[in-house]
């Protein structure tokens, strides 16, 4: 009986597309890439900004972009089509912020918007900081020794 | 040339956190945090570095590149201030992106209504 259920469930379950899935992301993850380097190139050769500082302003602009592509409600659908081509970049970062800021804004500007916020990129920030201490100490005694 | 080397490389990271997202049971978030570890780990003996002189931009884009300039910032901090600069120095580089990312989702979510 059970292994009849199992079967019709695995006839009926959608088939993931691995290989097509992997390919968009592929794709739309180089376009961001390309996307990063003019905007790099961009900044550091029309506004003569030195590269440092060029490299944090594509990161604001990415960031800025997706912010207000995500608030018109357009960005949702572009994560649906090319899933981690859009959430593996800093552009994944700022749309689940602004996502969440979205969401929880009717429930308040203290209780809701700033308590949940940073609701999933919290966990980034605190895994990405909890991790280069680690590692930063490794390379710090390994220095010492 | 680097802009053939940034396609490939971002194109390669994102590739990778959809094949694990296709074949494994992690959400994005777990596949995000994944990265910026490795993105720490990569930078404590200066790989990443290398990867970002060779694929430009493309290495600056994705999310690991957010924990490389954390490691680099801490590091940095340390050469300069000593264990003080472990913890004055974490967030030195990427304060800009997560400053930004809460000022813009702020103002923006006080101006739009949610879209469904």
Same mark, same amino acid.
């Given at each position: ?32 890439? !390309? !996307? ?110 | ?35 910026v570890i490795v993105g720490t780990f990569l930078d404590v003996f200066n790989i990443y570095d290398r990867l970002v002189l060779w694929a430009g931009g493309g290495a600056l884009v994705p999310i690991t590149s957010f924990g490389h300039m954390l490691t680099h910032g801490a590091i940095e901090g340390y050469n300069e201030g000593g264990v003080l600069g472990l913890f004055t120095g974490t967030l030195n580089l990427t304060s800009a992106g997560i ?18």
């Amino acid at each position: 009986m059970t292994d009849k259920y199992q079967k019709i469930v695995e006839r009926h379950t959608p088939e993931e597309n691995v290989m097509v899935n992997a390919i968009i992301a592929f794709i739309t993850g180089g376009i961001m890439g !390309i !996307i990063g380097q003019l905007l790099i190139d961009f900044y550091s050769s029309y506004m003569h900004i030195p590269s440092k500082e060029a490299t944090v302003c594509m990161l604001i602009t990415l960031i800025f972009m997706s912010c207000l592509l995500t608030s018109l409600g357009f960005f949702d659908k572009c994560v649906n089509f090319c899933k981690c081509g859009l959430i593996i970049p800093i552009t994944g970062f700022a749309h689940a912020t602004q996502s969440a800021a979205l969401e929880y804004r009717k429930e308040g500007l203290v209780m809701g918007l700033g308590a949940n916020m940073l609701k999933l990129s919290g966990a980034v920030i605190i895994y990405g900081i909890i991790g280069s201490f680690v590692f930063s100490l490794i390379r710090t005694l390994v220095g010492i020794i | 040339m680097i802009y053939l080397n940034a396609f490939l490389f971002c194109g390669f990271i994102c590739m990778l956190g959809q094949i694990i997202l296709d074949k494994t049971n992690l959400t994005p978030g777990h596949i995000t945090i994944i990265f910026v570890i490795v993105g720490t780990f990569l930078d404590v003996f200066n790989i990443y570095d290398r990867l970002v002189l060779w694929a430009g931009g493309g290495a600056l884009v994705p999310i690991t590149s957010f924990g490389h300039m954390l490691t680099h910032g801490a590091i940095e901090g340390y050469n300069e201030g000593g264990v003080l600069g472990l913890f004055t120095g974490t967030l030195n580089l990427t304060s800009a992106g997560i400053s930004a990312a809460i000022i813009f989702s702020f103002f923006f979510s006080l101006v739009f209504e949610p879209k469904d």
